[in-house]
Nanobody
Framework: QVQLVESGGGLVQAGGSLRLSCATS????????MGWFRQAPGTDRECVAA????????FYPGSVRGRFTISRDNAKNTVYLQMNSLKPEDSAVYYC????????????????????WGKGTLVTVSS
């Protein structure tokens, strides 16, 4: 059974930084594409960063490109999301997700692409 556990969320002032981590277990992490999604109250869940199984391909939507960086450490079965220059509109619950077949990605993956999900970590950016 694949488990994903996010950590690193919290309260930060606008302009600040946070680093989220997602530790995985129970699967073959090095073969999974990994994504970070977020969902604010009343909005749809959206992908903010994705990295393919090898780490060689990354996708970001325009809203976070240049501010967020996704990375992975296959030796630690962990994926990270470095978030800089945070804005109040970045406030949301952030979820880690895994896709068993990231070779199909041609752009930012959607919710339906992902096979496994964590329970989320809350990020609040104050103005």
């Amino acid at each position: 059974q694949v488990q994903l556990v996010e950590s690193g969320g919290g309260l930060v002032q606008a302009g600040g930084s946070l680093r989220l981590s997602c530790a995985t277990s129970g699967g073959t992490f090095s073969t999974y594409g990994m994504g970070w999604f977020r969902q604010a109250p009343g909005t749809d869940r959206e992908c903010v960063a994705a990295i393919n199984w090898s780490g060689g391909i990354r996708f970001y939507p325009g809203s976070v490109r240049g501010r967020f960086t996704i990375s992975r450490d296959n030796a630690k079965n962990t994926v990270y999301l470095q978030m800089n220059s945070l804005k109040p509109e970045d406030s949301a619950v952030y979820y880690c997700a895994a896709d068993r077949d990231s070779n199909k990605w041609s752009s930012v993956p959607g919710i339906a692409d992902m096979d496994y999900w964590g329970k989320g970590t809350l990020v609040t950016v104050s103005s």
